[in-house]
Each structure stands twice: as C-alpha cells, then as structure tokens.
C-alpha cells in the first residue's frame, strides 16, 4: 500500500489535513490534526465532499444527513460524528479518527489467503452490533427511526489496528420518513451488496441491510465476491435467483455456518433473519463450530501485517507535520491538492492578475485615443482550482475501482423496473 503525497500544511477551519485516508463515491477523507487549546491536540479524520459535488450541491444534503444521523448513534461499534462544518472548501464532516484499514482493504491486502473463520466471526459480530445500534436509532421523543444504512459494505467497516470494528458511511442512509418521501425508484448502495428489494425498487427497511451483511459474511468465508461480473442488467436476474451456498464454493465449511449464511440470504425479507441482532447471535451460535470468535486483539495481528508499515509511516507523518499560519489561506481553504502542483499554480494565478492588470492599462489607453474601439476588458482570470480527487456516484460496483462518471447512474427515470425477467441473459447468474 502506497501512501498518498499531499501537500503539507493543508487546511479547512481549524483542521491541519495530514494524510489521506481515504476515497469514496462521495467524499475523501483525511487525516487532521486540531488544537483545541495550545498543546491540547488531537486527531480526527476529515470527511470532505469531491469538488463537483460540492459545487453543484448534489452531496451536500447527503452530508448534512450523514451528519444529522451520524451524530445521534453513539456506540462503540460505529465511527462517531463529531462535528459539522463549512469552510470555502465546502461543508465537512468531522469523525473519530479510525487508526487501521477497511476491511476491503484487509482482505486486498491478504488475498489470496483468507481470514481465518474466528476473526472472520469477531469482524462480523462487531459490525453487526454496530449495524443494530443504528437501526435502533430513536427520535428525541423516543420514536424509532427506522434507519436503513443502504450501504453495509467492506469499504465501510473500517477495524483498527486493535482489532476494534467499525461502520461508518451513513451517507446515503435513510429513515422511514425520509425513505418514503424522497428517491423513489432511484438505486443507491453499491451492486454488489443490494438485496432484491432494492434492485426492485420495492421497500426497504432493516432486513435490506441483513442482506447485505449475509453477502459481506459469505464474501468472507469464501473469500471469492458473490457476483463476479456485476452490472443493472445483471442485477435484475439475480434478484429472483437464491444465491449458492457457501459450503458450495467452501467444502470445508460447516453445515452450522452455512445455514446462518442462508438465512441472511433469503429472497424475500418476510423469510430472512429480521435483525442484525439476530444476525449477529446466530453467528456466536454457529462460530461454534469453527472454533469460536476470535478475540480483538487477533484481528489487529491482521491489521498489523497488512498494514503496519503504512500506519507507522503515517504517524511519523503526524508527529512531523507543522502548521505555520502563514501558510493558511484567509478562510482556512485548502489550497491545492498536491505539493508539486501548488506553486506552478500559484506562479500562474500571479501571471493572469498581473497580465489582466497590464491589458488594462494598455486598452485604457488605446481607448482614450481611439474612443470608438474601445471594447469591456475581459475580467481578470481566477485562478485556477484545481479538482479535488474522485467524482460523485450513487452506484458504485465496488470502492476500489475508480468510480464512473455521473451519467453512469441510473436517474429515477431509468431505474429498474420491478420484478422483470431479462431475456437473453444467462440463466445461472450466480455462475454455478
Ligand atoms: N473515520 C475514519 N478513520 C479512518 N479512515 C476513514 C474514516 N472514514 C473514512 N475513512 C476511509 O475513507 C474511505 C471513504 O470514506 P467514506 O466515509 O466511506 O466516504 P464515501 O461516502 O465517499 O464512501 C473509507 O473506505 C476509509 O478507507
Ligand atoms: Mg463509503
């Protein structure tokens, strides 16, 4: 794993940007430092929409949402959001810093070996607690929300190098009031891990993201993806088809684990297991079989290996870092993404201002002479933005590629229809 370069000091508010942690659909997410009071520091992680969707405003309800929702759930299996802010680089998200990987990049990393079937276990029960707790999100008066999170998915479960796991990402999460007033037939959530409701477009409610955590758990057991090739098109058919059994890809798997993975995986939410709880107890129950669930500190080993070196150099990126207000920008803005791009940038910016100024003068001049040609001086050039890093999406396949343009999502016009057969199309989906 490569660390990323980035320019150094960077800022937005009060936060000094260190690292970058992360990139999703929606935002990327840094590491950053603040001082709460002098030599009183901490660290957190930035959450900060991708430029075009800031700039259209298309991500930032789904910010403020996050924020909104993320900030109630407090439980020691979920990233807490602590604060939400603006600065001219847009509105952001700040959370606990999570010290570790996702877990997608935990099993890149270890590929083509799995994760024993104990650590596999703690890493699933652990992310279920945090999965009920938000699914048990009440309103003040003690009303339940109802909170679907739509997107349960390795890149959002992210496990510290003790071992600790945790969901993050409630971006596009939903609750029953919000699910039914907005985005009707419009799919979000990444393919691979949409349950058949969703890819019908019917309703959804907690057991949308059993499903989801059923596909997660087979993926990691088998250590192979469930869908392989996956696309809309391909979506529809698999929404009709039971998905194989584990112990089909697996033959060593015992019977007790793929019966729990079954019944995660049933079709229609009525015959599913109803709650993460009860995901998660099935599991404890099963694991049995397979020696049991592994304590936290095992699954840091794993994090350790696969990651260590990235996270030591990180630290010594922390520890060096320093922030001289001279190099802040008036209102805090980070300036440029990249330290190789920033002063070719700013050299430029000082050449449009100075050249537009220089023009001025010269068609001043020209038109007091000659009054008849003179034309409005073009307004002196910003200077250049760069992009930040990434580009929107709604559906993604998976966060490791790099994400498809926005004209790849389906509008709510185009989203799929219900319960119709493809024709033409391969008649084993699953490929078995
Ligand atoms: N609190 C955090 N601590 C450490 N890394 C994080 C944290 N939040 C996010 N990341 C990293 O950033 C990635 C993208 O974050 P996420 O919130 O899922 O953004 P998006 O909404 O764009 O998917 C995650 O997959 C993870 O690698
Ligand atoms: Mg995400």
Redesign the pocket.
Known sequence: MSLEVVALPERVGRYTLVDR???????S?YLARVEDLPGVERQV?L?LLHSKLEADGRGRSGLVEEARVGARIRHPHV?SVLEVGEASAGVYLV????EGV?LSELVRGLAPEKLPLPVVGRILVDALAGLHAAHELTAEDGTPEELVHRDFSP??L?IGVDGGTKL??F?IAKTLARLDATTTGVIKGKLRYLAPEQVLGQRLDRRTDVWAAGVVAWELVTGRPLVEHVSERTLLELASVTPPSASSVRGDLPAEIDAVLKDALRLEPSRRIATADELERRIRAAWQSAGGIADVAEVGEFVTRIAGGKLALRRKRVAGAKAPDSTLTPDGAPSARRARWTSPLVLLAIAAVVGSVFLGRWYAARSRVEPSAASPLPAPSAAPVLAMPGSIESVSPS?SPPPPPPSAHPSPKTALPRKKKMPGLASAPYGK
């Open positions: 942690l992360g990139t999703g659909g929606m935002a997410v992680a959450k990233v959370l606990e810093y999570v996702s890149q959002n992210l993050t990402d971006g966060a």
